[in-house]
């Protein structure tokens, strides 16, 4: 007795009997192959990353940029790349929205930055939007309640108190899209 051979397509040798590869980018997000259907929907909803150049924060300071719709802050931390002076100076996040003049708070004040060292990083609790940042000289951070904050389109902008830091500091952020649409860019 003979056996059937094995169909050619089994070994994908018929294209439209082989699966289509999922593709992914370097965040790790899912990059649809069409632009309509739930794989390209899942892929717009998806946990997406942004990172922010180092600057010397200052008051009111522009680092993030939200449009095409809400989006639910997962994790927001701000690392020390190069060490600041004995200024006393504190951090703040805060957004101004692009729906009128709306602008509020989304952490409490920082403990002082005087003397912060390279690697020493500020980390969003999100327990609430009075909730200081907590500064964490060891270079390791913990948040509370990660994805607790949503923001609307609009800008994600620094108050520092006392005077701008002199060391520099890189922000990064962990968000998830509330529409598909929606993203964070950094403002530089």
């Known amino acids: 007795m003979t056996q059937n051979p094995i169909p050619a397509y089994a070994y994908g040798q018929n294209p439209s009997r082989v699966p289509k590869l999922i593709q992914v980018d370097a965040n790790g997000n899912v990059i649809p192959s069409g632009t309509n259907g739930p794989l390209a929907a899942a892929a717009a909803l998806a946990d997406a990353v942004v990172v922010s150049g180092a600057a010397v924060m200052s008051n009111g300071l522009n680092v993030f940029n939200v449009a095409g719709g809400p989006v639910q802050i997962l994790s927001l931390v701000s690392i020390c790349q190069t060490a600041n002076d004995s200024t006393a100076s504190t951090a703040q996040w805060a ?30 609790q999100g327990t609430a939007l009075a909730t200081a940042l907590l500064l964490e000289a060891t270079g390791v951070g913990i948040t509370a309640v990660p994805g ?18 002199t060391g520099t500091w890189k922000h990064y952020m962990r968000y998830r899209p509330l529409a598909v649409g929606a993203a964070v860019a950094a403002a530089f």
Do not use: D, F, R, Y
């Open 95 to 124: 957004t101004l929205t692009t729906l009128g003049a709306l602008a509020g708070t989304i952490s409490g004040a920082s403990a002082s930055l005087a003397s912060a060292a390279a690697g020493e990083m500020l980390v969003l």
């Open 148 to 165: 607790s904050i949503v923001v609307p389109a609009g800008a994600i902008n620094l108050t520092i108190g006392v005077g701008s830091t």
